[in-house]
């Protein structure tokens, strides 16, 4: 999974504050993958994420206007390339579990859809409160994402 999500990785996007480009990443997917899985193995194990994984460099990203005018500007979060392949780990697991969790239940018209985003919800409740109690302390420049 890991060797296939580096082999996609969109190397139109910007690098992250690591400094290394996601086209470097892709190139070296077939060296990278088999670390980056123990580490990624390692993180579902314990529950924890690597600090730097978690932060992000929050940029202004011009919109339209003038540029002098922060109005005209949004925030960006520029995360590590790794941190965001393992989000998509994560994101695949929780939605095969939910999906997993709605087999055989009686399709009645709305229900399925009701139960999905219920379910869903639910989840997406109990990995904020995990990482509510986990964060860590923000350094100089730097913002959770």
Same mark, same amino acid.
């Given at each position: +999974?890991? $060797? &296939? ?9 910007? +690098?992250?504050?690591?400094? @290394? ?16 899985? %123990? @580490? /990624? ?12 994984? *978690?932060?992000?460099?929050? +940029? ?8 002098? &005018? ?7 979060? =520029? ?6 392949? %393992?989000? #998509? @780990? @994560? =994101? ?7 999906? =997993?969790? =709605? $087999?055989?239940?009686? +399709?009645?018209?709305?229900? /399925? ?11 997406? &409740? ?8 986990? $964060?860590?302390?923000?350094? #100089?420049? *730097?913002?959770?994402?």
């Amino acid at each position: +999974m890991v $060797r &296939d999500l580096l082999h996609h990785l969109d190397t139109h996007k910007s +690098m992250g504050p690591e400094g @290394i480009h996601p086209r470097a990443l892709r190139k070296l997917a077939e060296v990278l993958a088999k670390p980056l899985s %123990i @580490i /990624y193995q390692q993180s579902w194990l314990t529950g924890e994420v690597p600090v730097d994984w *978690r932060l992000a460099n929050v +940029m202004p990203l011009h919109k339209k206007g003038r540029k002098e &005018d922060l109005g005209n500007s949004r925030p960006v979060s =520029l995360t590590l390339v790794p941190g965001k392949v %393992i989000e #998509q @780990i @994560i =994101l695949s697991a929780i939605m095969q579990h939910i999906v =997993l969790g =709605l $087999r055989g239940k009686v +399709m009645v018209v709305g229900k /399925y859809r009701s139960d999905f985003c219920e379910k869903l919800l639910e989840a997406t &409740d109990r990995a904020n409160a995990s990482w509510l109690q986990n $964060r860590p302390t923000t350094g #100089q420049g *730097r913002a959770h994402q």
